[in-house]
């Protein structure tokens, strides 16, 4: 099929899909141009009318409030989702697929919790589900783990693909204020949400790990695999003494290949000054993949706003263009195939193997560090470095404790002992250290 024109259809018209129009009706001429293929924006989907154009100058009736002139439309070629959610979501797309429809998302939650419904309706109708917007925004990594890394075993993914989190913890850092104030501001300037949960708990970048590990490793990652923690125990006391051992703090989603297991976690994670990612301010997203024959990769750029996410979003519209015009049998990703052999498994955090920051509040008396020693030792936990800070009370202080490497198993059964000492006042903040990311 030689089409002269592919036209789409938009579910949803708020920021992105704002974007996204933009782009289609701007930049008509250059994607031609550059692709060898002509896309023509048919028909865009708005839960309510009238609304406004805000400058956009839409084809006549291109505007409508049925999802039923999108996804069951003969003429559209193209649906692409940005409603967000799961449920509405989920139906549209399932019925877009099936009438032979190319989809592109930028819905990560979706995808994490249904994906591999909706791959496989996606195989069996042989079209494409795109979804390069749903993680890091305008940073292509999405299509660079299927195509670019294809040949390369992945050993690693570290990732700062949360703006808020980041955008949040870099002004704890720089402007030395608590988390509450700054959560607000970044409220107020469009960062975070009325409800911050998804991203300040993790749960946003848990989900979109889960995408970068089914293209990484082929295995389809179930949310309740991850392990999360977010950043709300983050205290300005762990960015100050942080700094001072010469780390950086970051909301950082890791996937570590250890033989035929993967390791699949989302935390906060002291970063060494020097590293690339730990210089990563704002807003701003950045993923490091590190394969057996690329090396050490880094990719940086905005994660998040009405552009950047248009401009991925379209990418995927091009590509989809490209297979309505070839026909060509459609690949889909092998972590959502029905007859996928899984090699790899997803290792449980406990058998994790790291170092550790560890401050607990004690009283400032002798013998204290010794009964801490104490555990710590018996549990095959070594102590690189202890510092005594100042009085945290009355009559108590917080130590800074740094350890050798420890398996996360031992050292968690060891701050239980740790917190359950009379000497132990409040409950030991415990961050973990990722020295490999030092590029």
């Known amino acids: 099929m030689n089409k002269s024109s592919i036209k789409v259809g938009l579910l949803g018209w708020g920021t992105v899909g704002t974007g996204v129009s933009r782009i289609l009706l701007n930049q008509s001429d250059l994607i031609r141009q550059n692709s060898g293929v002509q896309l023509q924006l048919h028909k865009i989907v708005k839960r309510t009318l009238p609304a406004s154009r805000d400058g956009i100058d839409l084809p006549a009736d291109c505007l409508t409030t049925d ?108 402007s030395e204020v608590d988390f509450e104030t700054v959560l607000k501001e970044a409220q107020a300037k469009g960062y975070a949400e009325a ?71 989302v935390h906060p994670t002291l970063l060494p000054m020097r590293s690339m990612l730990a210089n990563v301010g704002g807003a701003f997203n950045a993923v490091c993949v590190i394969g057996d024959a690329v090396g050490p990769t880094l990719f940086y750029g905005q994660g998040a706003g009405e552009m950047p996410t248009a401009s ?38 406990d058998n994790v193997e790291t170092r550790y920051y560890v401050r607990p509040v004690v009283l400032d008396q002798p013998g204290v560090l010794a009964q801490i020693g104490s555990i710590l030792g018996r549990h095959q936990i070594s102590i690189a470095s202890v510092i005594q800070k100042e009085p945290h009370g009355e009559d108590t202080v917080s130590l800074v404790i740094v350890t050798h490497d420890a398996i996360e198993k031992n050292m968690q059964t060891a701050m239980r002992e740790i917190d359950a000492l009379d000497v132990v006042k409040e409950k030991s903040q415990l961050i973990r250290i990722e020295e490999e990311v030092n590029f």
């Not at 695999?225 to 977010?230: A, I, K, P, S, T």
């Not at 001072?244 to 250890?258: C, H, P, S």
């Open 195 to 265: 409800d911050p949960t998804l991203d300040v708990e993790g749960i946003d970048a848990a989900q979109k790990l889960t995408l970068l590990i089914a293209l990484a490793y082929g295995i389809n990652v179930p949310m309740e695999q991850v392990f999360v923690e977010g950043i709300t125990s983050i205290t300005q006391k762990e960015i100050q003494y942080a700094r001072e051992l010469g780390y950086v703090i970051k909301l950082l989603a890791i996937a570590k290949l250890q033989q035929d297991k993967v390791e699949v976690r």
């Open 67 to 174: 999802a039923a002139e999108v996804v069951d439309n003969p003429e559209i070629d193209i649906v692409v989702e940005i409603i967000g959610g799961v449920t509405d979501a989920r139906q549209l797309i399932r019925r877009a697929l099936q009438n032979r429809k190319h989809v592109v998302t930028a819905n990560k939650a979706l995808l994490a919790e249904h994906g591999l419904e909706l791959f496989q309706i996606a195989a069996e109708h042989n079209v494409s589900l795109n979804f390069e917007a749903s993680t890091a925004g305008g940073i292509p990594i999405i299509k660079t783990l299927r195509e670019s890394f294809a040949a390369n075993r992945i050993h690693s993914i570290y990732g700062i693909i949360n703006g808020t989190c980041n955008y949040i913890l870099t002004q704890m850092h720089e």
């Open 312 to 349: 991925a979003v379209v990418a995927d519209i091009i590509d989809a263009a490209k297979l309505v015009r070839s026909q060509t049998q459609v690949l889909i990703p092998r972590a959502w195939l029905s007859d996928s052999e899984v090699e790899i498994s997803v290792d449980s955090i």
